[in-house]
């Protein structure tokens, strides 16, 4: 601010106000270049784009930080700023009184002239100052389902620094279920959704960047696919700059821990300055199972009630086709209806209900299938096998090891993650020669854990993409013997093209 002139009290007035307009017109041609920029960005990653948007949003927040204290001066002189909403007609500075020593709060003087261009402050709703930097609570915006943001937000979580790998594993399996609905962000107001994409972005790069290199080795492929899920999202809707989308990005609070906190608290102020009820879902499957079949004990169990019970046990890690939660959800198809995020659900319950199971007869025997000159054998008999996911069934494991040639075949659901990490520790240390993974009947986090585990060891392993019959079984090792890294990659263009 520069020394006010001599002169009638007036003039000092005018060329004050002359100040403060030239400063709101810098912030408004800077905030112009600015979303320039994220236009351009939008179409694909440019570090030279990149830098100039960093430059530009510092030069931002120094030019923010001179009109606010140019507006603080005024006002502890007397004068008066009145500010507009956006949506007015009117200028949002519509006129500036002249301080005068003599009323607290002067009368604007018409003799100054007002400025042909008024400052509009409507950008200001873009404007990040620093992470730390929360509005007070408000009530949300209506219009769209403020409950179920709520609840989503709830299964999340606060953000917190995960310390061991059941931790990590954890947050990001929580992180990747909740992103398998980001469709239904598309009706969430713009604030919300900003908060959402910046909260995930954090919350990704801390596992991405602070997590050991182990980790990092088994959910590279996820993290990688759920910030494409993000970009994709940011490029549809424009929600806004979050900081985190872009792997050149830096943590504004210093971590990225610290950042996810910031839009934890800006998506709770979004949503009205919610409490979560435990700061999350339940995280035990069997617990999550156990609340559904005390909504399903009900004479006539709520529909409502229904679909939110099956969301937690999905949320929970338990898998879309597990038999407990199918086999509870008989004959109540309709209540998981209008959720997108219930689709594999539903349709697990729809074949349970036809019987159409996707197994081949029980009258074959394995040598209808798995004929004695079948070269593969040479590289499944002999080995100790490991089967995981799906029901266990006696007589179909015995069918399996016979057939193959396997010395012993151990077959886990899959539903225990400590047990899915003691099998890992197996495989390493030499103990099992062959896994088989029911790619229908366990979570991304299973393979997550044990492919890795395969590779090191150099075990063979092949994931079956439907049903656990002796003839998908077969299917699945012909094509993953041969190419594994092929057969994978291919099944995972699939699994996109699902989502």
Request: some cysteine; glycine content about 8%; overall charge negative.
């Amino acid at each position: 601010m520069t020394t006010p002139p001599q002169g009638s009290e007036a003039e000092r007035a005018a060329l004050r106000r002359a100040e403060f307009g030239a400063v709101g017109l810098q912030l408004m041609d800077l905030q112009g270049r600015i979303a320039g920029l994220h236009a351009q960005l939008a179409q694909g990653p440019d570090r030279a784009l990149e830098a100039e948007l960093a430059r530009l949003l510092a030069e931002r927040t120094e030019r923010l930080e001179a009109w606010g204290l140019m507006a603080l001066r005024w006002q502890l002189a007397g004068g008066v700023v009145r500010l507009e909403s956006p949506l007015s007609a009117t200028p949002l500075v519509e006129s500036v009184a002249a301080p005068g020593p003599a009323a607290p709060r002067p009368v604007p003087d018409d003799s100054i002239e007002i400025p042909d261009e008024s400052i509009d402050l409507s950008v200001l709703d873009d404007f990040v100052i620093a992470p730390n930097w929360t509005h007070q609570t408000h009530d949300p915006e209506p219009g769209f389902d403020v409950d179920a943001a709520q609840e989503m937000a709830a299964r999340l979580g606060a953000p917190a620094v995960r310390e061991t790998d059941e931790e990590r594993l954890a947050e990001a399996a929580a992180l990747d279920r909740e992103l398998q609905r980001l469709a239904l962000w598309a009706d969430y107001p713009r604030g919300v959704q900003r908060a959402l994409v910046g909260l995930f972005a954090c919350r990704l790069r801390h596992l991405q960047e602070d997590s050991p290199s182990h980790i990092k080795a088994i959910l590279e492929r996820q993290i990688r696919k759920d910030f494409a899920r993000l970009t994709q999202f940011s490029s549809d809707h424009q929600p806004g700059w979050v900081t985190g989308l872009s792997r050149q990005h830096k943590p504004e609070t210093g971590t990225w821990s610290g950042d996810a906190i910031f839009w934890w608290k800006t998506l709770r102020r979004e949503l009205g300055g919610f409490t979560p009820d435990a700061e999350g879902a339940p995280t035990n499957p069997e617990v999550a199972l156990n609340s559904l079949q005390l909504v399903m004990n009900e004479r006539h169990p709520d529909p409502q009630n229904v679909r939110r019970a099956a969301t937690r046990a999905l949320n929970a890690g338990v898998t879309p086709e597990d038999p407990r939660l199918v086999r509870l959800l008989i004959g109540h198809l309709d209540a998981l209806s209008g959720d997108k995020g219930l689709k594999r659900l539903r349709r697990a319950v729809r074949r349970a209900e036809t019987g159409d199971d996707e197994e081949e007869p029980e009258v074959l025997t394995s040598q209808d299938v798995i004929p004695p000159d079948w070269p593969y054998l040479e590289r499944t008999r002999g080995h100790a096998a490991v089967m995981v996911g799906g029901e266990i069934r006696e007589q179909r494991r015995a069918l399996i090891q016979d057939a193959l040639g396997f010395t012993s075949l151990e077959w886990l659901s899959g539903y225990d993650i400590r047990q899915v990490q003691n099998l890992s520790e197996r495989i390493e240390g030499g103990r099992v020669g062959f896994v088989i993974l029911l790619a229908r009947f366990i979570s991304h986090k299973v393979t997550d854990i044990l492919l890795p585990a395969c590779k090191s060891a150099e075990v063979d392993w092949v994931v079956v993409k439907l049903g656990y019959g002796l003839s998908q079984i077969r299917v699945a090792i012909e094509r993953y013997l041969d190419d594994p890294e092929g057969a994978a990659a291919a099944d995972s263009e699939e699994d996109d093209d699902d989502d």
